[in-house]
């Protein structure tokens, strides 16, 4: 392989013109990907700046094959190219305050730098869960935050095909409100529904679960929220609809709703607390150190 990409690169004269990067030097970059020793020769130059073989090897990964190659290939030689032919026009035309960029790139590596020390310490102080505790009493103070903009329920949805067995006892166990016969209706709806969806411990929009009616069917909620269940049918299908509770828009939302965001409130919390307090005690330690000097 060394042998055939010598006498290759030999023959090249690598140039950058309309017609791209040259399918000779495509096919080099494609049959060395896997060299770890091949020749570091210069593939491309702008000015006097050199790409080399090496770099562009580097970036493709290995087990690439031999298309991939050539495209990755092609692509990282183009972008170079032209972040060549940018920063001489930025030089030639900036003036020295423009590119006296010392300042910024000291400035945005302190603060980079101080930004993944502050994450790193985060992370680790934030591994332990926020307790279930702290999220009810924070419900408690502040519920009257989380007010519903539209109605929520619990509910439970199945399509019953127009054949199915039984449909007496379904429409018995529907209708009750008991935990067996809960638990009847779900091993039946395992057994002969064509959908069932049990959203039971789960709270969702009131407008979610009456768009899994077909259209043509109008549901009142008015009168869904008075009687609580709902059941329709066609041709084919029977459509059961109970609601297990519901909460009403602009009424203050249950906990189990608004646990998840009530976590990651604390968690933020927690997050710019630590951060106030690892500010003070460095400042704290870098004076009793003598790290710290104010003339």
Same mark, same amino acid.
């Given at each position: 392989?060394?042998?055939?990409?010598?006498?290759?690169?030999?023959?090249?004269?690598?140039?950058?013109?309309?017609?791209?990067?040259?399918?000779?030097?495509?096919?080099?970059?494609?049959?060395?990907?896997?060299?770890?020793?091949?020749?570091?020769?210069?593939?491309?130059?702008?000015?006097?700046?050199?790409?080399?073989?090496?770099?562009?090897?580097?970036?493709?990964?290995?087990? !690439?094959?031999?298309?991939?190659?050539?495209?990755?290939?092609?692509?990282?030689?183009?972008?170079?190219?032209?972040?060549?032919?940018?920063?001489?026009?930025?030089?030639?035309?900036?003036?020295?305050?423009?590119?006296?960029?010392?300042?910024?790139?000291?400035?945005?590596? !302190?603060?980079?730098?101080?930004? *993944?020390?502050?994450?790193?310490?985060?992370?680790?102080?934030?591994?332990?869960?926020?307790?279930?505790?702290?999220?009810?009493?924070?419900?408690?103070?502040?519920?009257?935050?989380?007010?519903?903009?539209?109605?929520?329920?619990?509910?439970?949805?199945?399509?019953?095909?127009?054949?199915?067995?039984?449909?007496?006892?379904?429409?018995?166990?529907?209708?009750?409100?008991?935990?067996?016969?809960?638990?009847?209706?779900?091993?039946?709806?395992?057994?002969?529904?064509?959908?069932?969806?049990?959203?039971?411990?789960?709270?969702?929009?009131?407008?979610?679960?009456?768009?899994?009616?077909?259209?043509?069917?109008?549901?009142?909620?008015?009168?869904?929220?008075? !009687?609580?269940?709902?059941?329709?049918?066609?041709?084919?299908?029977?459509?059961?609809?109970?609601?297990?509770?519901?909460?009403?828009?602009?009424?203050?939302?249950?906990?189990?709703?608004?646990?998840?965001?009530?976590?990651?409130?604390?968690?933020?919390?927690?997050?710019?607390?630590?951060?106030?307090?690892?500010?003070?005690?460095?400042? *704290?330690?870098?004076?009793?150190?003598?790290?710290?000097?104010?003339?």
């Amino acid at each position: 392989m060394h042998i055939l990409i010598d006498k290759i690169v030999g023959y090249v004269h690598l140039t950058w013109g309309m017609f791209g990067i040259p399918l000779v030097l495509l096919f080099c970059v494609a049959c060395a990907n896997n060299q770890r020793e091949a020749d570091d020769f210069v593939v491309a130059k702008v000015l006097d700046s050199e790409l080399r073989f090496s770099q562009v090897r580097s970036f493709i990964p290995q087990g !690439t094959s031999a298309d991939d190659s050539l495209l990755m290939a092609k692509n990282y030689i183009r972008n170079w190219i032209t972040k060549q032919l940018l920063l001489s026009k930025a030089l030639q035309n900036l003036d020295a305050e423009d590119k006296n960029m010392n300042a910024l790139v000291e400035d945005y590596k !302190t603060s980079l730098l101080i930004h *993944q020390y502050k994450q790193k310490l985060v992370s680790q102080k934030l591994k332990a869960d926020i307790r279930d505790e702290e999220i009810e009493q924070y419900y408690e103070k502040n519920k009257y935050n989380f007010i519903l903009p539209t109605a929520i329920v619990r509910a439970v949805f199945f399509i019953i095909p127009e054949s199915a067995p039984k449909m007496s006892e379904l429409r018995r166990w529907f209708a009750a409100n008991d935990a067996q016969s809960l638990d009847n209706l779900e091993q039946y709806c395992i057994s002969n529904a064509k959908k069932f969806d049990n959203f039971d411990n789960q709270w969702q929009e009131l407008g979610f679960i009456l768009n899994l009616i077909p259209s043509e069917f109008k549901v009142s909620t008015r009168e869904l929220m008075r !009687t609580k269940r709902v059941e329709l049918g066609d041709n084919e299908n029977y459509y059961f609809l109970k609601l297990v509770e519901f909460a009403e828009e602009q009424t203050v939302a249950p906990l189990e709703y608004v646990k998840d965001e009530i976590e990651l409130i604390l968690k933020n919390k927690v997050k710019m607390e630590f951060e106030v307090e690892l500010e003070r005690q460095i400042n *704290q330690e870098g004076v009793q150190k003598n790290y710290v000097t104010i003339y």
